[in-house]
């Protein structure tokens, strides 16, 4: 016996079949999510544009995130969704999701690289044998030769000891994280693992940091229980003069409060490791964006407010 259907039209796209009864599309989007959406989205298409990535291939990529995120976010419980409850959530047509459930999506893994040298900067930068009396990291002899257990390959191989320190160092010279002095001496050249050379190195943090700073505010949007930390200062009425002032000032005190961070993390790590059931992640992050206000086109100048008049005026 063949079950009935019934077909329910989606505005969002025409091409999407049908849904299964009792089904409901969805509501029409809030204005003000598609006005804030509108915002967020700027910048990311501008990024979009200067990497020659156009509409069409967005589009194409869109279409499998939505699928994912459809099916791993929105299920009904323990059963999976099917593809007309997909199609009926995203606007995908159902001859896509179907496609795409039987796709591998294409994943760059970072290189190792990447991953180990975080994890070296921050042992670095949070272990205080490696520190000036100031707190400052210290600049460390490259071979144990020079310094022993305070030397760059002993830091290395406190972290990993699968990997040659004279490779992780060349890897991390060539990514602009580190220098070595004349006399053979290796600096930290940020504080912090900001690579300043390498594009596809930027651009794993970037997607990494800015995935984090999305979903916590996505989260808190939605209305979590318990919020995640998620604040900001804002001014508009500022010269670039004091935009500086401040900006240095927001990199000293926040870098202070990241290195903090970093040391009671690495502490818990060390003294209380969770079972592979309780493992969790965090990051902590800031950021400082500054940029001149629109000037209003010169008829909509605003003007100001007539003067009262004095009592004793007429």
């Known amino acids: ?71 791993k976010e929105f299920g009904l419980g323990v059963r999976s969704l099917t593809d007309s409850r997909i199609t009926l959530l995203t606007g995908v047509h159902r001859k896509d999701v179907r496609r795409l459930h039987h796709e591998a999506p294409p994943e760059v893994a970072p290189a ?37 257990a305070d030397s760059f390959a002993a830091l290395v191989e406190k972290v990993s000891k699968n990997v040659r320190p004279r490779s992780v160092l060349d890897e991390l010279v060539r990514l602009g994280v580190v220098e070595i002095d004349a006399e053979d ?71 202070q409060v990241l290195q903090e961070i970093n040391r009671d993390g690495m502490a818990f790590e060390a003294s209380d490791p969770p079972s592979p059931a309780q493992r969790m992640r965090m990051r902590l992050g800031v950021y400082f964006y500054a940029e001149p206000v629109p000037q209003p086109p010169a008829g909509d100048a605003p003007t100001k407010a007539p003067r009262k008049p004095k009592r004793n005026e007429k």
């Open 185 to 255: 001496r290796v600096h930290l050249v940020t504080r912090g693992f900001v690579p300043g050379r390498e594009l596809d190195a930027k651009a794993f943090y970037f997607g990494e940091a800015l995935h984090d700073h999305l979903a916590a505010a996505v989260d808190n949007l939605g209305g979590k229980a318990q919020p995640w930390l998620e604040r900001s200062v804002y001014y508009d009425e500022l010269t670039p003069a004091a935009v500086e002032q401040l900006a240095e000032k927001s990199e000293r005190l926040a870098m």
């Open 1 to 71: 016996m063949r079950t009935r259907r019934t077909t329910v039209a989606l505005k969002t796209d025409k091409s999407a079949v049908g849904t299964e009864q009792g089904e409901t599309a969805p509501l029409a989007p809030r204005p003000a999510v598609v006005s804030a959406l509108r915002r967020v989205l700027r910048p990311i298409v501008r990024l979009l544009l200067s990497h020659g990535i156009t509409y069409p291939y967005l589009s194409d990529l869109l279409k499998t995130v939505y699928v994912e995120t459809a099916a």
């Open 112 to 148: 190792s690289t990447l991953t180990l040298g975080t994890r070296i900067v921050a042992r670095w930068l949070g272990d205080p044998s490696y520190h000036e009396p100031d707190g400052a990291p210290r600049a460390l002899p490259r071979t144990p030769h020079k310094g022993g």
